[in-house]
């Protein structure tokens, strides 16, 4: 008998010990199933057999009401008994060949895995589906394993390539963290995603379990919504073909709009750079602040523009923890340079941890940094400098990362690479003294960041005035982590530097670096939109 095609994508697994007080099981259920959860696990750890059955059948006439499959956690005879659609196993519990002796050949048999040999374990085993988590840290069962982390999850997913057994996640996913899995949780050839994702205390523990399951199936719908479903960026904009005069004069454009609208950018920096990307921000048109405590990383979230962290001198990592998530939440873009990461095993561990925990926008460094994050060790670094003459193929390095890592990569040097995984370009301005002061490479960020910023808030004012406009082709943006077009937001702020640099040198007064310096300041403050779209050197190069 063919198995029935379910619905994995809002998967409520029950969790009766963590309802809140004096709110009945039932109750919270059926408010659930009234929000839009799409399918139903039974998991009772404590109750013995007559309890469970009790629950058990109780719960599925009440899934039967809405149409909503159930499934039972570890027991096949409750299965059996209540005639549900499926049962649910561990990595310990009785083996998937024996369950399915067991269960009637329509009976939807999943398992949970965390790592890959697992995965490869559970194709051989031919389940229906696997529960890949836990993708967070969980209060609501004790881990036994350490979390598989967002972009672990990908690695698990090429196992399924060209089959169809399906995927959910589980683990810490709520409404402030199932857009960044959903984006973060992919393949990097970006054809395979999550199929859904399983939900215990998100729903069961709160108070109004028919609004959390609401606003989950919201953003998941956004999310599968989306027009490129085949690479599934966390902004918008992927896959479009792009001419070099087009780059040249949107670079040139937002320029214009940047000096106008003078965004906002938060800046989580390094001790060295600090002062001096503060007043290239101001040169540029742009608003910095400084701000590195976490307390004031929520509130500043909420004002739009961009985000740069930079791990320069990391020591605030708990602050840009913090403000990441919050930028994540609030849909700003996130640009990270994570400078020196190839010169130690904590600044390794910090940048992993960082981009486990948010969804970078922009990866933004040089060849020794980008080559770290890609591992590869062709390009060697020397403290935050890197060494010889850069990659043979650095197309193919920005390429790869910008899809492992679903975002922009901005790869500097004597040329500039940028990449959103799809569309990759080349450019090739730049006076060589810019490698000779400290810190160009953060202004880069900064300015990156600045034009990020104004991306993302021309993007909300376009949607805003759509949406007043009655336009109601834009639900799927409720599924992006960022609006706007990051790869020309990149372009742009490259450029900025790059061209003004050339101007800098023009300069009567440069004599050397340290004459540069103020000249470059100089010349970013008079940069205009013309300067950008005349010398910009753009190639798409595929
Ligand atoms: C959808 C989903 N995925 C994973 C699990 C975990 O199952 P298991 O490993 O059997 O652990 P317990 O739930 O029995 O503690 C799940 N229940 N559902
Ligand atoms: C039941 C369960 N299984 C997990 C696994 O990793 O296999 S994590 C988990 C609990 C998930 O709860 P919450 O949504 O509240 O984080």
Not at 34 to 47: H, N, S, W
Not at 73 to 81: E, K
Not at 163 to 177: H, N, Y
Not at 463 to 482: C, E, I, N, W
């Amino acid at each position: 008998m063919a198995k029935p095609s379910i619905d994995l994508s809002l998967y409520l697994v029950t969790g009766r010990e963590l309802l809140p007080p004096n709110k009945d099981y039932y109750e919270s259920l059926e408010e659930a199933l009234q929000g839009g959860v799409t399918v139903v696990q039974v998991r009772e750890k404590t109750a013995d057999t007559g309890e469970f059955l009790d629950i058990a059948s109780k719960t599925s006439s009440i899934c039967a009401k809405y149409g909503v499959p159930l499934i039972i956690n570890d027991r096949v005879d409750i299965a059996l008994a209540v005639n549900a659609a499926g049962v649910h196993i561990g990595q310990s519990d009785m083996p998937v060949s024996v369950t399915r002796r067991l269960l009637p050949s329509d009976c939807i048999i999943g398992k949970s895995v965390s790592d890959v040999e697992e995965a490869k374990v559970a194709l051989e085993e031919g389940v229906d589906y696997v529960g890949i988590g836990a993708i967070w840290a969980t209060t609501s069962k004790k881990l036994v394993r350490p979390v598989v982390g967002v972009r672990g999850v990908g690695e698990i997913l090429e196992v399924f390539l060209g089959s169809d057994i399906k995927t959910v996640g589980i683990g810490g996913l709520k409404s402030t963290t199932v857009l960044r899995t959903l984006h973060g949780a992919t393949t990097p050839c970006g054809t395979r995603t999550l199929d859904g994702v399983a939900v215990v205390s998100d729903i069961v523990a709160s108070p109004n379990p028919r609004g959390s399951a609401e606003l989950l199936s919201k953003l998941i719908r956004a999310f599968y919504s989306r027009p490129s479903p085949n690479f599934a960026f966390p902004f918008s904009a992927a896959h479009q073909s792009y001419t070099e005069d087009d780059i040249k004069s949107r670079a040139a454009g937002l320029l214009k709009t940047l000096k106008a609208i003078k965004p906002l950018v938060h800046q989580i920096t390094n001790t060295v750079v600090a002062t001096q990307s503060a007043n290239i921000t101001l040169a540029l048109g742009a608003s910095p602040i400084m701000a590195t405590a976490p307390q004031e990383m929520e509130d500043l979230s909420k004002i739009p523009g961009a985000l740069l962290v930079n791990i320069g001198t990391i020591a605030n990592k708990d602050g840009m923890l913090v403000a990441g998530r919050h930028a994540n939440l609030n849909r700003k873009p996130i640009v990270f340079d994570p400078v020196g990461v190839g010169a130690t095993s904590f600044r390794r561990a910090a940048a992993d941890e960082l981009l486990n925990s948010w969804q970078a926008t922009v990866i933004k460094g040089n060849a020794a940094e980008i080559g770290t994050l890609a591992k590869t060790a062709e390009v060697q670094s020397k403290g935050v400098d890197s060494v010889g003459s850069g990659f043979s193929d650095p197309v193919a390095i920005v390429k790869a990362l910008a899809r492992k890592e679903r975002c922009v990569v901005v790869m500097t040097g004597p040329q500039d690479y940028i990449s959103d995984g799809h569309t990759t370009i080349r450019l090739s301005n730049g006076d060589p003294m810019l490698a000779d002061i400290t810190g160009s490479g953060c202004i880069v960020g900064t300015v990156v960041a600045s034009f990020c910023g104004i991306s993302s808030i021309s993007a909300q004012k376009r949607l805003s005035a759509q949406r007043a406009a009655g336009q109601t082709d834009t639900d799927h943006k409720a599924g992006l982590l960022v609006d706007g077009n990051m790869l020309i937001a990149s372009v742009a702020g490259v450029l900025a530097i790059t061209v003004a640099s050339e101007l800098a040198v023009e300069r009567p007064e440069v004599r050397g670096t340290g004459t540069f310096l103020p000249a470059l300041i100089d010349a970013i403050y008079g940069l205009t939109p013309e300067d950008v779209a005349s010398r910009a050197k753009v190639e798409i190069i595929r």
